[in-house]
């Protein structure tokens, strides 16, 4: 999820992310085995294409690749290392001739061709929004395809800090009702559990930390020490409570 890294102090935001997710790879709070049952209900074509906006290092591409030898896909990413890593990734499991990677910002890339997967999870703060989000991926989309999309809610009433911290999210009842109302509708969704909630913050702040005390001669190990000791405060006393996430495989209801 792209706030934690936005939260940290000056330290260099790719480092950052790169060792935050070194034991966590999927920048959301999903385990592998909910990835794979998503990407299922999601990929359903055989010889579908697939966009993820805001692909980082591949974690949902690269499996589906692996999984399904009759897709391809693109991914669209600012961060350059993460693209490298996406590659080599995709290099190691033999499937980087059906993987094309795109160093663009993911709000304004077009393509020539539609897609019949789209995907977006936990990027919406970089397109201004989940309604902004779906209305990029609905450019992207051919007739007929889908779009996975993961965003944050509130599991019950936040206080006014984990809003200012995290944002204006909605519950799970209303973010539904908001999808529905822009022209979408739900065939399958996942609510991430408190096990991967909490493995996805430890792993965050752990990994993180780990790296900087392994590392203390490194320029950035400071930092990257405070950013993990920060966020473990915010996450354990401000919204480890409330903060949810929900993943929705949409389809266009209508058009």
């Avoid at 959301?28 to 990835?35: N, Y």
Wanted: charged content about 25%; glycine content about 10%; hydrophobic content about 40%.
């Amino acid at each position: 999820m792209g706030g934690a890294c936005q939260r940290a102090p000056g330290a260099n935001r790719d480092l950052i992310s790169r060792h935050a997710h070194a034991d966590h790879p999927i920048a959301a709070p999903l385990g592998d085995t909910s990835v794979h049952r998503l990407l299922q209900r999601a990929l359903h074509r055989a010889d579908a294409r697939a966009l993820d906006l805001g692909c980082g290092t591949g974690e949902w591409l690269v499996p589906a690749l692996a999984d399904y030898p009759g897709v391809r896909a693109d991914g669209v990413d600012l961060s350059a290392g993460a693209l490298v890593r996406a590659g080599e990734r995709a290099t190691e499991l033999g499937v980087r001739d059906r993987l094309t990677l795109h160093r663009k910002d993911a709000a304004v890339f077009r393509a020539a061709d539609t897609y019949d997967l789209v995907l977006g999870v936990g990027v919406t703060h970089a397109f201004g929004g989940l309604l902004p989000t779906l209305a990029a991926a609905r450019t992207h989309l051919a007739p007929g395809g889908q779009g996975l999309v993961g965003e944050g809610i509130w599991e019950c009433e936040p206080s006014q800090e984990a809003v200012k911290m995290l944002g204006e999210f909605a519950d799970l009842p209303t973010t539904v009702d908001r999808v529905v109302a822009d022209g979408w509708t739900p065939v399958h969704g996942h609510v991430s559990t408190r096990q991967e909630l909490d493995d996805y913050e430890w792993s965050w702040t752990g990994s993180l930390a780990s790296w900087a005390l392994d590392h203390p001669d490194d320029p950035d190990a400071e930092e990257a020490l405070e950013a993990a000791t920060v966020h473990r405060e915010e996450w354990l006393r401000v919204h480890r409570d409330v903060f949810g996430f929900a993943c929705l495989v949409l389809r266009r209801t209508a058009g």
